[in-house]
């Protein structure tokens, strides 16, 4: 079923009632309501501060998210949602102490949910595992991660993030002219 | 549910609290009404809210994607898409399952199945799209185009418009467009029944091979129901590809550079040839309906789909205009 990105939205009445454009203040003010759904639970950043398991699982994660990330050149999107999923997960699930294995397999669900969510085309779970692969996971553990994954963020996968955002600000930049190079550029 | 409802028409940004926190045992089963390309299809109430649901089991094997990229594609479609003719998820939930541990901690290790939770309708369009009145068929395409309009202003292609994914309530009223996503099946054990059924309103284009397609495909599965209608039976019941297209070519005359250019780089286009009249004549086999459906029929039913008309153009048709 083929989805774009973006794309804005019309005011033709037939869904009837109001509509708001994707790029009005209402939209936007409900983007920021949303948002609170798909951050971390409350303390996780004085965790994080405290130096915890969290800490050393998160710092672990991210180094080889990004560097899978990287190799296959996925877009800029997909490697947040890995990660705010990573931090939602690790904010709401206590982890065990003595399962290193479980931080890998953590760090391919997260990543494999995003690009399976934001990419066109997507690597089996299998051959996302390509660097400091210290454990191996076959397709069905990584499913069965991704299911606990999933449920404890509570299916709510399609994250408001900042790139929500960045239409409605270029926007407002640019007066409501389409943006120039220059500020394209800078973005 | 928590949170506001969005606004009908707007995306939905409102997410399916406490999904994912409950399972299925909050729900009993009244009766199987179906089987999809995953799973089974139940009608249940819920115990809770005596509300009645249909449920979608979705069976996880253990292919080699993980948990399958299309069913997740078709969640986050249908939390994105909010609108009246449109079908809502209300939930999913999952099989309560055994613990399967892994050394040790097992509580988190489960194995099961998921359920998709719709809101439940009370029968496919199927049913009715060969005894319905002229006004009830107005009132049906009209909702079919609004959902559809709705899913392609948010770059949404349905993809598999049949009678079975069109679903019918409240007394003939209410139609909404579902089964996004699985539609498109990778049937594993090699039967094409569900490919043959939705071949009778594949487009042209799809039919030659064309890889970058657009709206139109959706349209031109409007075209064909609406002629179901009208005609009472189906209007291209091809039963192989080819005879699909011959079929099209019958009525809708031969494609060429001249009515659709750019149809013979299509990498099918070779493989056919012309049947003996390739003139276009589909209006004539609704001579005795109205004028103004047929001429909507007649629009949809174009072979270059850059020149078929869009569901908001459809909408804005005589036929929808001019009252029975």
């Given at each position: 079923l083929g989805c774009g990105g973006g794309g804005g939205f019309d005011f033709f009445g037939f869904g009837g009632g109001a509509v708001f454009p994707i790029d009005s203040d209402e939209f936007v003010a409900l983007l920021v309501e949303k948002e609170m759904d798909h951050q971390p639970q409350r303390g996780y950043l004085e965790k994080l501060e405290l130096g915890g398991l969290e800490c050393s699982w998160r710092k672990d994660a991210i180094d080889w998210i990004c560097k899978v990330h990287s190799y296959y050149n996925f877009g800029p999107l997909s490697l947040y949602l890995a990660v705010n999923y990573l931090d939602r997960f690790l904010s709401s699930f206590n982890l065990p102490h003595d399962e290193s294995w479980m931080q890998q397999l953590l760090s391919v669900s997260c990543l494999s949910l995003a690009t399976k969510m934001e990419e066109t085309v997507v690597p089996l779970p299998m051959d996302l595992q390509v660097f400091d692969a210290e454990y191996v996971f076959e397709a069905r553990h990584i499913k069965r991660m991704e299911l606990i994954v999933m449920k404890t963020l509570k299916w709510r996968l399609q994250a408001v993030t900042p790139f929500s955002f960045i239409g409605y600000f270029l926007d407002k930049f640019n007066e409501g002219k389409p943006p120039s190079y220059t500020l394209a550029s800078w973005c | 549910m928590d949170g506001e409802e969005a606004p009908p028409g707007a995306l939905n940004l409102a997410d399916y609290a406490p999904a994912g926190a409950r399972t299925v045992d909050c729900f009993r089963r009244i009766r199987k009404i179906g089987e999809g390309t995953y799973g089974e299809v139940f009608e249940a109430m819920d115990i809770i809210t005596g509300e009645r649901a249909a449920l979608k089991k979705i069976k996880l094997d253990d292919g080699k994607e993980g948990f399958p990229r299309q069913i997740l594609r078709e969640i986050k479609l249908l939390k994105k898409l909010d609108h009246e003719n449109i079908i809502r998820l209300k939930e999913i939930v999952v099989s309560p399952g055994t613990a399967h541990g892994a050394g040790g901690s097992d509580d988190y290790m489960y194995r099961g199945d998921i359920y998709m939770v719709f809101e439940y309708m009370d029968h496919d369009l199927k049913k009715v799209l060969h005894h319905s009145t002229p006004s009830q068929v107005k009132y049906y395409m009209e909702q079919l185009l609004k959902g559809l309009h709705y899913c392609h202003v948010n770059n949404v292609l349905h993809r598999d418009i049949k009678g079975a994914n069109l679903l019918i309530s409240g007394g003939g009223k209410l139609l909404k467009l579902a089964d996004f996503g699985l539609a498109r099946p990778f049937t594993r054990d090699g039967s094409f029944t569900n490919h043959v059924i939705t071949l009778w309103y594949r487009p042209p284009e799809l039919l030659l091979g064309a890889t970058n397609y657009a709206e139109a495909v959706d349209i031109w599965s409007v075209g064909c129901i609406f002629a179901e209608f009208l005609l009472r039976k189906p209007l291209f019941p091809g039963r192989t590809e080819q005879e699909q297209l011959s079929k099209i070519f019958e009525l809708c005359g031969f494609p060429n550079e001249e009515n659709w250019?750019?149809?013979?780089?299509?990498?099918?286009?070779?493989t056919i040839r012309p049947t003996t009249p390739t003139k276009r004549r589909l209006r004539d086999i609704f001579h005795n309906f109205d004028s103004h459906a047929v001429d909507l029929i007649d629009r949809m039913l174009i072979l270059n789909p850059t020149e078929r008309i869009s569901a908001h153009d459809a909408l804005c048709a005589a036929y929808f205009i001019t009252k029975m």
């Open positions: - | 250019p750019g149809v013979s780089k299509l990498p099918l286009y070779k």
